[in-house]
């Protein structure tokens, strides 16, 4: 086995259930730190990832999805994301931008793509996490939806 490394940890746990001087992390200051930052790396270029980590009932899912009042990282990053698009074509108007979005979890090791209807039947193969020379770790076998704008992107997600 590897060593897991993580670059942030957040705290969430309201001091009416444990004494801390622990500021509480809202959904903004969670993206600020992480989906924002990944943002820029992506639009520079790199390829990135958001990685939710921890038990059952511990916030992942409202991490990374939110609600409509509190939205989380991935709806904040696709609104910043066709923003940053929208800006980039104005100064270059000639660059052809496409939009990809895969949708994907991993729960005991094993990969499920949440856009291919037959992952919860198990009736499909799986797609499977591989390491490229150049591209790094990636997950092969994933539907992808190209989509063109942030609504788009945030109703294939929710």
């Known amino acids: 086995r590897e060593a897991f490394e993580y670059a942030e940890c957040f705290w969430s ?46 916030g992942k899912t409202f991490s990374m999805l939110g609600s409509d009042s509190e939205p989380g990282i991935s709806p904040r990053l696709v609104d910043d994301l066709f923003i940053a698009n ?28 949440l856009f291919n209807k037959q992952s919860k039947s198990g009736e499909y193969e799986a797609p499977r996490i591989r390491t490229h020379r150049s591209r790094g770790v990636y997950v092969d076998g994933l539907l992808r939806k190209e989509v063109n704008d942030a609504e788009t992107a945030k109703a294939l997600i929710e």
């Open 86 to 113: 929208t800006k980039r074509k104005e100064v270059q108007p000639s660059i052809h931008t496409i939009v990809e979005v895969m949708f994907f979890e991993i729960y005991n090791e094993k990969v499920r793509d």
């Open 13 to 58: 746990v309201p001091p009416s259930q444990f004494a801390s001087d622990n500021t509480i992390a809202t959904q903004l200051s969670v993206y600020e730190r992480s989906g924002k930052m990944a943002l820029q790396h992506a639009l520079q270029g790199f390829n990135v990832c958001v990685f939710a980590y921890g038990q059952t009932g511990s």
